[in-house]
Structures are given as C-alpha cells and as structure tokens.
C-alpha cells in the first residue's frame, strides 16, 4: 500500500527533539501512525482521510505554512525568541522548575516582566 509507505517516509522525516523526552510530536505522530497501520501494509484505511492527514503532515514537515505566511520579527508577543521558547520547553528545564519552590505562575510572571530575581508576590 503506497500509502502506507508515505506514511513511514513522514516519520523518516520529521525530526525527533531530544529535550522533549515523551513530549516530542515526531514521538507522537510515529505512534499514531504505528496504531492506524497495525497490520502495515495489509491494513485496511479509509482513503480521503488518510490524504487528507498526510498532506497536513507533509504541509508542516516541508514548511508550508512557515513560507506562506513567513514570520515579520523573529520574536512573538511575549518577546521571546524560538531559542527561549526551546530552553524552556526542554524537559530538563520543565524539571529544573518542579523542583524549585517557586510556584509556575511566579516564574512566569518574572519570566515575562523581565525581573528573573524578583522577590514580590
């Protein structure tokens, strides 16, 4: 079944994060493809909607949408840039935060008003 074969070419593909530990979407998207497919090739799928999912697949893998719509400023709202979104969603740093005594909101609140060593509430 090509498609089946499309499917495994995606998950060739994409690339796996390593600091998002059971948390990465390649991780996800192989698992969901492993359980769509159970009998691979032989499984039986219905055809629109497994187009319809590898081409959403295929559009974000090849960046599709990052070149229709390519971003004005390398930063979002929040003035953060990618790399700072990727330190903070790194598992370690996700662990690094559970552990401190500072409850998420407070390290939010600093992370995003600038005052890392803010001590009000």
Known sequence: MARYKQFLRICQHWPLDTTKEGRDI???????????????????????ECDRVYTSLDRLNNGYWNNKYPRVKPTTFTGLTLEDYKLVLASESLTDMQESKKSSWQRMKEKFSGKEDSKDA
């Not at 390649?26 to 629109?48: D, L, M, S």
Request: a positive charge; zero cysteines; charged letters at 20%.
């Open 26 to 48: 390649a991780v996800a998207i192989r698992q969901a493809v492993a359980k769509a497919f159970k009998e691979g090739e032989n499984t039986q799928v219905n055809p629109a």
